[in-house]
């Protein structure tokens, strides 16, 4: 059986990583990917702990490790995009990935990945896209923008990365309810689990259709 090998982006806990390592441990030889190698654009991100705890090779792409410090502090947001999205291609092309998987990643990707991988990147996002997508809406944020909205469910989202932030086309969507009594926190809570059977749903879409 040929095996996606898989990189997969991350920013912070790494709790939707963990989802795809677990189903990878879980299946075995019969799991249709590989996580080749973890990237992180922050270096005190505890999902590279569970790379490490998994024997998973990892990276960090932050601005500050890929340009240095003293041309990450004058750079733009632009130029310190494309320099980690740089930077993830480089390493994608060395560890032999075929497929990416954005799981609570926070660099907006731009430049040439988008045409290496085009239809070979997924992201997750924790709302049901259209709604509460874009610069700025991610994590608690997201949520704390749903509850004050008034809506009556939210959910999750996998979609293929465009050059649009949160664009592309959707190809997964869990929805939960919103109480009354909700906070961010609560919400998040109950997202969470969806999130991680989205994830694994969304990489196996993937290997099906690479």
Excluded at 78 to 85: F, G, Q, T
Excluded at 122 to 127: E, G, S, V
Aim: hydrophobic share 40%; with cysteine; glycine share 10%.
């Amino acid at each position: 059986m040929d095996v996606l090998k898989t990189a997969v982006l991350v920013s912070g806990g790494g709790t939707n990583l963990q989802a795809l390592i677990d189903y990878q441990l879980q299946k075995g030889d019969s799991c249709p990917y590989e996580i080749a190698i973890v990237i992180s654009d922050h270096k005190d991100a505890y999902a590279l702990e569970r790379a490490a705890k998994a024997g998973i090779a990892s990276a960090v792409t932050s601005p500050y490790s890929v340009m240095g410090a003293e041309v990450a502090k004058a750079a733009s947001r632009d130029e310190k995009r494309l320099a980690v999205s740089d930077a993830v291609l480089d390493l994608c092309k060395k560890n032999g990935v075929q497929a990416i998987v954005q799981a609570g990643w926070l660099t907006v990707l731009s430049g040439n990945i988008l045409k290496q991988y085009e239809g070979k990147i997924i992201n997750l996002h924790p709302a049901l896209l259209p709604k509460f997508g874009g610069v700025g809406m991610w994590g608690h944020h997201v949520h704390e923008a749903v509850i004050a909205s008034g809506e009556k469910e939210s959910g999750c989202t996998i979609h293929l990365v465009s050059s649009e932030c949160d664009g592309g086309k959707i190809l997964i969507q869990k929805k939960v309810p919103v109480l009354p009594s909700d906070t961010p926190d609560s919400l998040y809570e109950r997202i969470a689990p969806q999130e991680h059977e989205a994830i694994v749903e969304g990489l196996l879409w993937l290997c099906n259709n690479i």
